[in-house]
């Protein structure tokens, strides 16, 4: 083939779903000339499965990309249809907004947002080839021939990374939903030297909102109390007309009539091959694998106001099209419904996540980065913290600043990218609640108080954002300090009232901040019993935020100095390309572990699988002595 020359970047980011997008926003934000390059431009930002984002753990990140400077709260917060806060009977550290996007509102406003970003190319093409010159990524090659150089290149090609559909017996070469599958450049990332896996994940049916009969079934509607994804969005701008979603279950006959097909079912034939995701199976991976439980939850899930898809959340499946519809006409409420489109399974390419930096770039290959489902995720907004992750470290490396490495204490992207690259997959990553030791500080309602500081020094922030951010710690710290200096006396008004809520009345004063400690005490109990607040009244954000902080307060230390301990092993450096099997003394597993690894901290080290604390105390006084031997190139 001839090859022509095209435009040159600072960064080329290559594909432009969820990942793609955050990642070629954060590089032009920062000043970067950048391209984005995808296959159909129709799909950008597009939501091939679940048409939602958040969720437990999940909806935490998505709050994480919005301190950091990143787009999908403010997106979703532009084009929700329904918002709900999940697991509000419970403490703070799990509760998780979710919110119903509408799915063509969502992608075409993500496509908007780019096409006016002024250092930002968006352009429809296929990338064959990245180019490799000594070990350092330059640039891409199109199908159509057009050599693009750039200082740094980001992959985030998803699912289409040689994408195969699988629907019963049938199997053939498609992306998501249909679209263009990227089979040379996965070809050619396998040619480069990374090693690759194969990995699998699915969707269930859509079916014709008119064909259900929702009388039968259970509203779930959003909430009324305001709530939003995105620091910036006002709660005059909460959607009041809210769409509902609706739930019912499956029952034995559904059960029964996928017993009888899973001779026919491509998960259990050999036909599918990919490794699914052990938190998301299938409708007949839960029948085999639950085969006690009498039923199955099915949320079904408005797609948009401008169509009549319904997305039937909990049926995942790859059973041939008339066992979908068998399946459909089985489950209360939907006898009649009209199937518009076949679930299916998808297997794809991915990078094994051991070969990258935690600041996503690969090992063997400068300037070339990864992210989203290529590293083995699930899950739009997994693939969305990590494509801002690639995209702002990519633009650092280029303006020769210090990369944005985030520790497990500072936010579940931070969890997500460690676990990735320290730990790997060996199935679909989704990011859990349980996956965070320190969940108790990485919470919803606090993302900006941890991250927008980080987010403002790399120029990702801007100083609207900065400033309310800055006058909403300051007002929490100012009245927390307050509440410190102002003693309640037990009078008739005040005993009265302890009693009308249960709560112990007091034998002598007590102090408004010790008070507030008990659980069945609210900061709006306080107010009419203490001083009037000067100056600017609190949010209920703000008031939120200090509840929580005198409430766990004890519990919240006692993370703190978890945190700092990690902190002292996080600044102990390993020397890079260290030969492990010079080290005398190393168990078996832990040296072949290391050398695999080849972690940058003495905290990552001791998080492999299979290194314990022995091998940590010998690996620091080799490197204390520097009795350090270099692998052989």
């Given at each position: ?15 432009g779903?969820?990942?793609g ?50 787009e ?8 929700y ?9 419970k ?84 992306g ?13 990332l396998?040619?480069?030297g ?26 779930q509607?959003?909430?009324e ?73 099915i ?13 039937v ?10 066992v ?39 090992k ?6 990864t992210a ?163 100056g ?35 600044s ?27 972690p ?34």
């Amino acid at each position: 083939m001839q090859y022509y020359e095209g435009e040159s970047f600072d960064v080329i980011v290559v594909g432009g779903g969820h990942a793609g997008s955050e990642a070629a926003l954060a590089s032009s934000r920062m000043g970067l000339k950048t391209m984005l390059i995808t296959l159909n431009l129709d799909m950008v930002a597009f939501m091939p499965c679940n048409p939602s984002v958040g969720g437990p753990a999940k909806g935490v990140v998505v709050r994480e990309i919005d301190a950091l400077g990143g787009e999908m709260g403010k997106n979703i917060d532009k084009t929700y249809i329904q918002m709900r806060m999940l697991n509000t009977g419970k403490g703070p550290a799990v509760r998780a907004l979710r919110a119903q996007a509408d799915k063509q509102a969502y992608a075409a406003e993500m496509k908007h947002v780019i096409e006016q970003e002024d250092l930002l190319s968006l352009r429809q093409g296929i990338v064959d080839q990245i180019i490799v010159e000594d070990g350092v990524c330059r640039g891409v090659i199109t199908s159509a021939g057009t050599k693009h150089y750039a200082k740094a290149v980001v992959i985030t090609a998803g699912t289409a990374l040689r994408g195969e559909i699988i629907i019963g017996e049938l199997k053939y070469s498609s992306g998501p939903n249909n679209s263009l599958p990227a089979v040379a450049l996965a070809d050619n990332l396998k040619e480069l030297g990374l090693e690759i896996e194969r990995f699998k994940t699915g969707t269930p049916p859509r079916i014709k909102a008119s064909s259900i009969d929702y009388s039968v079934t259970e509203i779930q509607p959003g909430d009324e109390t305001p709530n939003h994804f995105s620091f910036a969005t006002p709660d005059s701008k909460y959607l009041q007309d809210q769409v509902p979603c609706w739930l019912t279950y499956t029952n034995p006959t559904t059960h029964q009539i996928i017993q009888n097909n899973l001779h026919r079912a491509p998960m259990f034939t050999g036909i599918v091959e990919g490794v699914g995701a052990r938190y998301c199976p299938s409708i007949e991976d839960k029948i085999v694998r639950f085969a006690d439980k009498e039923r199955h939850q099915i949320f079904l899930e408005p797609e948009g106001l401008n169509t009549e898809e319904v997305y039937v959340q909990g049926l995942s499946s790859s059973l041939p099209e008339d066992v979908q519809m068998d399946v459909l006409h089985s489950v209360v409420g939907l006898e009649n419904a009209q199937m518009m489109r076949t679930g299916y399974a998808i297997e794809y390419d991915v990078v094994v996540p051991h070969q990258l930096r935690p600041t996503l770039e690969t090992k063997n290959i400068e300037n070339l980065y990864t992210a989203g489902q290529t590293n083995g995720t699930s899950g739009y907004e997994e693939a969305a913290s990590q494509g801002l992750i690639a995209g702002i470290n990519a633009a650092l490396k280029i303006q020769g600043k210090e990369p944005l490495v985030l520790k497990r204490s500072d936010g579940y992207i931070g969890v997500m990218i460690d676990d990735l690259v320290t730990k790997g997959t060996t199935e679909p990553y989704r990011l859990l609640t349980s996956r965070a030791e320190y969940r108790l500080i990485l919470r919803h309602d606090n993302a900006d108080l941890r991250l927008t500081q980080m987010g403002y020094d790399i120029g990702l922030v801007k100083d609207e954002q900065y400033n309310a951010y800055k006058k909403k710690k300051a007002a929490v710290a100012e009245e927390i300090e307050r509440l410190k200096g102002i003693r309640l006396k037990p009078t008739a008004e005040l005993q009265a009232f302890l009693e009308s809520i249960n709560s112990a009345t007091l034998k002598d004063g007590i102090l408004a901040y010790e008070i507030l400690r008990r659980p069945e005490i609210s900061y709006a109990h306080l107010v009419p019993f203490i001083p009037e607040k000067p100056g600017e009244a609190l949010t209920n954000k703000e008031i939120e935020q200090i509840e929580i902080q005198i409430k766990y307060e004890g519990y919240i230390k006692k993370a703190m100095e978890k945190v700092d301990k990690l902190k002292r092993m996080e600044s102990k450096r390993i020397p890079e390309r260290i030969d492990y099997e010079a080290i005398n003394g190393l168990a078996t597993e832990a040296r072949q572990k290391l050398q695999k690894i080849q972690p940058e901290t003495i905290a990552q080290a001791s998080r492999i699988s299979g290194v314990n604390p022995a091998d940590i105390s010998i690996l620091m006084v080799y490197i204390e002595q520097g009795k350090i031997a270099k692998v052989k190139e």
